[in-house]
């Protein structure tokens, strides 16, 4: 076989600050620059995005030419002399960052990314000890109009990476920029509320923004609340990728499995205990793989597509209302765990449910959104009480002031903490696919699966596909992450030739280890780091499809289980066949309702006299932002 | 000094909305010889001629067509640039006016020269009274069969379109004229990728001036090389010049390079009342300011000269002001365009033109303080040096030239600027 020949990659020989480096044709003086161990400011520029060179504030000098050139946008040529600590950069480079301090509402301390901010950073990197410009400044109200994102355009500083975010991640381009010159401003079409346009409350342009313009909705407060309040038994989910991401703002390197620590500190937090959304996820694939199987026996929708993934859920509803049989009728597995934490839980626990709080860790912003549905609502209360996201656990967690890394690991509570590796694995793209197929290709063909890893669900392309052989049929199916690549899947779908039988969406890059809500910093390569962690997680749990758990029995409340798992907007109930309510007999046996039963009698005596207990009217007043 | 007929040779000879009339006066003789010529040799005529640019950047027009013709890539497109967006420039209308065809007969030979298949016009919006005039000369262009497939039977096809924009000063701009065609809001973006390699719909793309291209025609009847017998040795030729402000008769004019600006102003039928000139400033909005002395009076109008006492040719508007304009209400005027016309992605013309302006105002009130007039200074050369754009960068030419020109003006506190 003739070896094929590679054309040789041409080499650029240049210096910065007169250190000799030698990069690829093609590569930025930004990227040639990390190479000679100098980190050149940055606002604009975000490793995963396009380059737009706006904010200017890379500009370096090259040794020959007037104009001073922008790191990230110009690539290296031959014999290139670049100096990026000149008087001309330094000083360029201080009054772009006046410029910008002028027109930035500086409300730093009391702002959601103190000490989490691109610009503050800047300004403390550059010694900007005072800013001689006036302020120009406009401030208006923050935009609070949904449940999950707040905007500040007074602290916007127009770099476009919220829109990029918006645009090419998620093909949404529900943010754009409006306006000219001074007037300028990132916004929605028409100036309407975020949800009133295609967007779907990801929360991918909260991650990209360097400052504090695009936030989460916070809502510590009210869980500290719950927490502090004598009455109140607080339970908390937590998603399988909070435990891979937590660490990062704690100095432990991307990817770091931290759920011992994690679960320690929200114990030492004051919940009552703590639970783990994997048990949401194994209810998830009992019910979405059986209804795969029910829709393949008895000729229902296909390609049945996931709906664990509130924003991909919303995206259906927005833009492909027609298609909507193709959704999974099943619940996602937080609002899963929150029936049955309302309803099943209180029972064995023996907690009045209007005592109950529940409190959902999550990844996302979305999921702040999918509680408050209507459609979620049960005899209209909420089954999940407040979705905290990754950041707001870590706000939690340096406010009451543990030293996250020194914590000793502790186990979740059981027996809602006890999960399967096929609900660990839900936090990667291609995870819920690959759990499906665990336990549906077991319950089609009865046999034992032996290779129980998927290799072409998982990693980090855009669409993945895989052929599975259940015996009586072979089975097309499909992953995409970020919606542009379900954009892409739907095109077929929605014309009805789409060659998939059953296709899994999730919203953000990489699934929920990139989550909307994950923290600051987190990029693909952060990711991909979280993904190798999620499957680490799998590889070590002893059960790793979600048909396997533990308990044998059958309980008089499966059928109810069933239902609670159901998605309301689906017109019937599914049909609730006896395996499947076999399949069910673990979630609640008698010995561990009995086990359960015991647990929350240890309920910890808490020591705020009724004095001191806070009315939630005056969490409002004190937190006015919320 | 008279000015000269060789780009305005057509001028009032033909009626201007009919091809017949056109090729009565030698219309489209120019195509039929250069589609006998090399495509190369075209680009060469243009170099040999010495041919900047007329837009304002002064690009060497012959290299521009050589490198573009080499830029492999189908279906590329020509652009001519009608923006015309530069305050008191208006040369590139007269030559739309009085000479349609010739401007189409340029855009086709552009085309067999780069191998184009897609020619563009992008005509400012303010010229709308124009449009059917454009649309006309396409039409019957198409109807000869000078424009569409196998022009003169040579197997080359190109078409012309026209379109115009919403008024945006900023899409003169190469990357935001291009944006403005495709429908996208009409703001420059970075480069690379270079428009030659990846412009218009992503394909390779060629930018000229009206005058520019309206140039090539004439240049490849120029069989006696008259052209080079005008101007300097590194000014070859004419130029269309339009002279607005204090003057008793604006208009355009084309003159040999090297006419003294005194002689420019004079064609212009001289300031008006016999006032005092306060300043001058070349090139539009973007352009460098002088004053109005004998010193630069004297000055030939060629790119060189012009250079050696800091204005440039650019766009080749000249803006006379008299004494009754005081220098800071001049910057202040020309500000307010900037402020207003600045696309608003780049913090530094951004934010930077607005400090700008609030520092004019001081200046004009006489509260302005040695600080403040230190940071002016430095965030126009910091705009200069750092934009995104040409906007950007030349959007405070005309400050940074005044404060060296006029330094009396630009002191602190109640300073007496009358």
């Given amino acids: 076989m003739p070896e094929t020949q590679e054309k040789p990659v041409e080499m650029i020989h240049l210096t910065i600050n007169n250190i000799p480096v030698t990069v690829p044709k093609g590569t930025k003086i930004l990227q040639a620059a990390q190479q000679a161990h100098i980190d050149i400011p940055h606002l604009c520029f975000h490793e995963d995005q396009r380059i737009k060179a706006h904010c200017r504030l890379c500009s370096v000098e090259v040794i020959g030419r007037r104009r001073l050139y922008a790191a990230c946008s110009t690539e290296c040529w031959e014999g290139m002399e670049v100096h990026t600590d000149t008087p001309i950069v330094r000083s360029t480079q201080v009054s772009i960052l006046q410029l910008m301090l002028a027109n930035h509402n500086r409300d730093c301390l009391s702002c959601p990314r103190n000490q989490n901010c691109d610009l503050q950073k800047l300004c403390s990197r550059f010694n900007i000890l005072r800013s001689p410009l006036p302020s120009i400044v406009k401030i208006g109200h923050r935009i609070k109009t949904n449940p999950s994102i707040i905007r500040d355009p007074s602290k916007c500083i127009r770099c476009g990476r919220c829109i990029r975010a918006c645009k090419d991640v998620q093909g949404i381009a529900a943010l754009t920029y409006a306006h000219r010159s001074k007037d300028i401003v990132v916004t929605t079409a028409y100036n309407k509320p975020m949800e009133a346009t295609d967007c779907v409350l990801c929360g991918q342009c909260s991650l990209a923004c360097p400052t504090g313009a695009i936030v989460e909705r916070d809502a510590t407060a009210k869980v500290l609340w719950a927490i502090q309040s004598r009455q109140k038994h607080v339970i908390c989910q937590v998603a399988p990728a909070v435990r891979v991401a937590l660490g990062d703002a704690f100095g432990k390197r991307p990817g770091a499995i931290a759920t011992g620590q994690m679960v320690t500190a929200l114990k030492l937090l004051g919940f009552d205990k703590v639970f783990d959304t994997n048990f949401g996820a194994d209810l998830t694939i009992m019910e979405e793989g059986m209804e795969f199987l029910d829709r ?288 069910f007999s673990h979630v609640l046996s008698y010995n561990e309702a009995r086990n359960l039963a015991s647990i929350t009698e240890c309920k910890k005596e808490r020591k705020i006299s009724d004095e001191h207990q806070q009315h939630p009217q005056r969490v409002e007043q004190l937190h006015p932002h919320i | 000094m008279e000015s000269v007929k060789f780009l305005t040779q057509n001028f009032g000879r033909y009626d201007t909305s009919s091809i017949g009339s056109y090729m009565n006066v030698g219309g489209f003789s120019a195509l039929r010889k250069a589609v006998t010529m090399d495509g190369e040799d075209i680009a060469s005529l243009i170099a040999e001629n010495n041919v900047k640019g007329r837009g304002g950047a002064e690009y060497d027009m012959g290299r521009k067509w050589s490198q573009a013709r080499k830029v492999h890539g189908e279906n590329k497109v020509i652009i001519c640039n009608a923006d015309e967006g530069e305050t008191t420039t208006f040369k590139d209308r007269e030559l739309i006016k009085n000479d349609p065809f010739n401007l189409i007969e340029a855009m086709i030979i552009a085309g067999y020269v780069m191998g184009a298949t897609d020619g563009y016009i992008y005509m400012r919006a303010e010229y709308a009274c124009y449009r059917p005039l454009l649309l006309n000369a396409i039409r019957q262009a198409k109807s000869y069969g000078f424009l569409g497939t196998n022009i003169l039977g040579r197997g080359f096809d190109f078409n012309v379109h026209l379109y115009s924009g919403a008024g945006a000063y900023v899409c003169g701009e190469g990357t935001a004229l291009i944006r403005s065609i495709e429908g996208k809001a009409g703001r420059p973006r970075m480069k690379p990728p270079f428009i030659k390699v990846s412009g218009l719909f992503a394909r390779p793309t060629c930018l000229n001036n009206v005058e520019s291209l309206s140039l090539v025609p004439h240049l490849l009847l120029d069989e006696e090389k008259i052209y080079q017998r005008y101007g300097t040795e590194n000014s070859v030729g004419t ?168 330094p009396e003006v630009f002191v602190a506190g109640g300073a007496d600027h009358a």
Wanted: hydrophobic share 35%; with cysteine.
């Fill in chain 2, 239 to 406: 130029k269309m010049i339009s002279v607005a402000g204090n003057v008793e008769k604006p208009g355009v004019f084309e003159i040999p390079f090297g006419t003294k600006i005194r002689d420019i102003i004079a064609m212009a039928g001289g300031v008006q009342g016999g006032r005092r000139i306060q300043l001058i400033q070349t090139g539009g909005a973007s352009g460098k300011v002088q004053a109005g002395t004998d010193e630069v009076l004297d000055t030939p109008y060629t790119y060189e000269d012009l250079q050696s006492i800091n204005l440039t040719v650019g766009s080749g508007g000249v803006l006379v002001v008299d004494e009754r304009t005081s220098v800071i209400d001049f910057l202040r005027m020309n500000q307010e365009f900037f402020s207003e016309e600045c696309c608003g992605q780049c913090t530094p013309c951004r934010e930077g033109n607005v400090h700008i302006a609030m520092f004019l105002e001081k200046l004009k009130n006489g509260t302005i303080t040695e600080e403040e007039l230190a940071l002016m200074g430095s965030i126009a050369e910091v705009m200069s040096r750092s934009s995104l754009c040409g906007l950007g960068e030349t959007a405070q030419n005309s400050l940074l030239a005044a404060s060296r020109v006029f």
């Fill in chain 1, 296 to 583: 393949l026996k008895n000729g229902g929708t296909l390609p049945m597509m996931t709906s664990c993934c509130p924003a991909w859920v919303t995206f259906m509803e927005k833009e492909y209302g027609e298609s909507l049989a193709h959704l999974s009728t099943s619940k996602s597995p937080m609002m899963m765990f929150g029936a049955v934490a309302k309803t099943i839980y209180p029972k064995v626990a023996g907690v009045s449910p209007d005592d109950i709080v529940t409190v959902a860790i999550m990844p996302c912003t979305a999921k702040k959104a999918e509680i408050q549905q209507t459609q979620m609502l049960r005899d209209g209360k909420q089954d999940v009480d407040y979705v905290l996201t990754t950041r707001e656990l870590i706000k939690l967690i340096k406010s009451v002031g543990l030293t996250f890394g020194d914590l000793p690991e502790s186990d979740f509570d059981s027996p809602l903490g006890e999960a399967t590796g096929a609900g660990a694995i839900f936090g990667a793209t291609g995870g819920v696919m690959e759990a499906a197929l665990r336990t549906v290709y077991e319950k089609a063909t009865g046999k034992t699966l032996e290779k129980i890893d998927f290799e072409d669900v998982r990693g980090m392309q855009g669409i993945k596909e895989a052929t599975v052989d259940l015996g009586s049929r072979t089975v097309h199916i499909a992953v995409a992450h970020t919606l542009k690549n379900a954009a892409k899947l739907m095109k077929d779908v929605e014309s009805g030739t789409s060659p998939y039988d059953f296709i899994e969406v999730m919203a953000c890059p990489g699934g929920c280890v990139g989550g909307g809500g994950q923290p600051i910093g987190t990029t693909r390569a952060v990711t991909r780091e979280r993904i190798k962690a999620i499957y680490e997680i799998d590889k070590s749990l002893p059960r790793r499809k979600s048909h396997s758990r533990s308990a044998k029995k059958r309980t008089p409340c499966c059928t109810r289980i069933t239902r609670l798992c159901r998605r309301p907007m689906s017109s019937e109930i599914f049909p609730n066949s006896n395996e499947i309510l076999l399949s």
